[in-house]
């Protein structure tokens, strides 16, 4: 069945670059997604990419697509404390009667300490 | 310029109350989605819909019932709270098209608590 894996946690220091991976299963996905979730709050789009690209950059985020691997993977470089939350990854599905329906990872994460 | 918006934002019930979480979407979305977060198990859909007078079941259906009569509103039904349901409940939305890339927009949540 569909899965999204990702690693639960990870710490890094104020300033260092994060790397948050993601693998997905369906190679049909026309669209993956990056969400934050801050403490107590919902979930945020934080960025997505077309199934047709390799990589895609907004400001501090750089977001990695190996398609051959199914590899998702979210760079944020100049990590700041605010940057601190639970990062999920999503992939679409494109069948079946769940046609549009995402598919979420369990989440990671991220903790930056000063 | 609301978005998604889910009340109540807690809840406390004793086991064996019912209670009804509602969603509301500005957005003329036609998908909206009901999902449980629990600590270590992500997010888990409990059931969704993919348009007015629709529902299906999602991952973890039993225990709940939904409704969507119109479209922009989509609610969640306990009839009989046991603990094991003590959550954080969220509402999503979204187009439903798997082209446009437009993703899911999410609710602030709702903290319910079964006693």
């Known amino acids: 069945g569909e899965d999204v894996e990702q690693s639960l946690f990870l710490s890094v220091r104020e300033g260092d670059s994060s790397v948050i991976n993601c693998t997905y299963t369906?190679?049909?996905?026309?669209?993956l997604y990056w969400y934050k979730q801050e403490p107590g709050a919902g979930l945020q789009l934080l960025t997505y990419i077309f199934s047709n690209m390799d990589m895609k950059q907004d400001q501090r985020l750089t977001v990695l697509l190996n398609k051959k691997d199914k590899h998702l993977s979210l760079r944020i470089a100049d990590t700041q404390t605010g940057d601190s939350a639970i990062y999920f990854c999503a992939e679409t599905l494109n069948y079946g009667g769940s046609q549009g329906n995402l598919i979420f990872g369990k989440g990671t994460k991220l903790s930056v300490k000063p | 310029n609301a978005g998604v918006t889910q009340t109540p934002k807690f809840r406390v019930l004793k086991t064996g109350q019912s209670m009804t979480l509602l969603c509301a979407q500005d957005?003329?979305?036609?998908?909206m989605y009901w999902y449980r977060q629990d600590p270590g198990m992500g997010l888990r859909l409990i059931h969704y819909s993919v348009g007015e007078g629709t529902t299906a079941k999602g991952e973890v259906p039993d225990g709940y019932n939904v409704s969507r009569l119109k479209k922009q509103n989509f609610l969640l039904g306990l009839e009989s709270a046991a603990p094991s349901q003590t959550s954080v409940y969220f509402c999503?939305?979204?187009?439903?098209?798997?082209?446009?890339?437009?993703?899911?927009?999410f609710g602030s949540g709702t903290r319910l608590t079964v006693v």
């Open positions: 999503a939305s979204s187009y439903g098209d798997v082209l446009g890339g437009y993703g899911y927009t």
């Open positions: 369906d190679s049909s996905s026309t669209y």
């Open positions: 957005m003329n979305h036609e998908y």
